[in-house]
């Protein structure tokens, strides 16, 4: 349980941290958000839990491919927002990546990479 917490924590101190540096600094925000730390992090938890190396680099690669689809979302925020507010842009920019998602498996399925 211990352990537990303990991961818990420090996800959770990443999070805010990236969200007080992004208080201060749009571009550093950004920057550290797109960083792939929570993905390393998960990988570290992944070792540390002795989990087979097998696992940990499926991990990573279905990573990248869940990661292609959601770029999107990021280009259609900013363009969203003054139009549509806040939460109908979180919303519209969620259903335009699930849209994306859902496409992208399909395409890539073609070539024998099943994300479903």
């Known amino acids: 349980m211990t352990w537990i917490i303990t991961k818990y924590a420090i996800t959770a101190a990443l999070i805010v941290l ?6 201060r600094s749009d571009k550093l925000g950004a920057l ?10 998960a990988m570290i938890w992944l070792y540390v839990e002795h989990q087979p190396s ?6 990573a690669w279905y990573t990248f491919w869940y990661v292609l ?7 259609l925020f ?9 939460w109908l842009s ?3 920019s969620a ?10 498996a399909l395409v890539v399925r073609r070539f024998g990479i099943d994300l479903l």
């Open 95 to 104: 259903v335009i990546t699930m849209t994306c998602f859902g496409v992208f």
């Open 69 to 75: 689809p959601t770029l999107p979302m990021f280009l």
């Open 18 to 23: 990236i969200s007080e540096v992004a208080k």
């Open 78 to 86: 900013p363009f969203l927002l003054p139009r549509l507010g806040f």
């Open 32 to 41: 550290i958000a797109a960083l792939p730390t929570v993905t390393v992090l």
């Open 90 to 92: 979180l919303l519209s």
């Open 54 to 59: 097998e696992k940990i680099s499926n991990h």
